[in-house]
């Protein structure tokens, strides 16, 4: 399997609510990382997983948390949505070694209201 | 406190000639630099980066130039091409992660 596919594509949840973004990472990626793009600003850096273990994580609250599974998917769960949480989140994987050889998906749009 | 900075939130170039795009950063510790190129409902595909210890890297029509002692990059595209309208984006590696300028979107006029 090639590429990184995210789902959904697009999310209306209720300020409050909880959601779970999923992501197919490509075999053999052992590192994925989320990102954050607020409408008009580049991608902010959440977290990132190595072989299941959180290994780096950025300016966000522990609301946002993630799980790495063996077959390379992985989970952004998001507690507690507030109003600002409406972004395109983006998952991003490479190989072992490829520090910065990053592969991305084409994101979830999650709105809140 | 941004960390990587592109000034110019647009661009619009005619085809055929010269896009030039800046990025500046703040870090002098950082020593590994990218472009992303965005284009609507796909995420970021890598473009073409640069180690710290050069200061040009080239492929194809796309140029990245590094100014260490001014903290600056540019991405240079000759002959600008129709395909290149996009949002470009900087960026630069640090540890496990990757920090982004806000980003630049090219439009490639006839």
């Known amino acids: 399997e090639t590429g990184v596919t995210q789902s959904p594509t697009h999310l209306i949840k209720t300020r409050g609510q909880q959601v779970t973004l999923r992501c197919s990472s490509q075999?053999?990626?052992?590192?994925v990382s989320w990102y954050q793009q607020a409408l008009g600003q580049g991608p902010q850096f959440i977290f990132q997983?190595?072989?299941?273990?959180?290994?780096g994580r950025g300016n966000f609250p522990p609301r946002f948390s993630g799980l790495q599974f063996p077959n390379y998917s992985s989970e952004l769960n998001v507690n507690a949505l507030e109003l600002d949480d409406s972004a395109l989140y983006l998952c991003a994987s490479s190989q072992d070694g490829a520090n910065y050889g990053y592969t991305f998906g084409s994101g979830t749009r999650l709105t809140v209201v | 406190d941004q960390q990587v900075k592109q000034n110019s939130p647009s661009l619009s170039v005619q085809e055929g000639r010269i896009s030039i795009l800046n990025c500046d950063y703040t870090?002098?510790?950082?020593?590994?630099f990218l472009w992303y190129k965005k284009y609507p409902a796909e995420g970021p595909t890598f473009l073409i980066s640069?180690?710290?210890?050069?200061d040009k890297n080239e492929d194809g029509r796309f140029t990245v130039f590094l100014n260490k002692s001014a903290k600056h990059l540019s991405l240079h595209i000759v002959p600008s091409q129709p395909g290149d309208s996009a949002v470009y984006f900087c960026?630069?590696?640090?540890?496990?992660?990757?920090?982004f300028g806000s980003g630049t979107r090219l439009s490639i006029r006839p």
């Open positions: 997983y190595y072989r299941e273990e959180e290994n």
């Open positions: 870090n002098s510790m950082f020593d590994y």
């Open positions: 640069i180690s710290s210890i050069k």
């Open positions: 960026a630069a590696y640090d540890a496990s992660k990757i920090i």
């Open positions: 075999s053999g990626h052992n590192t």
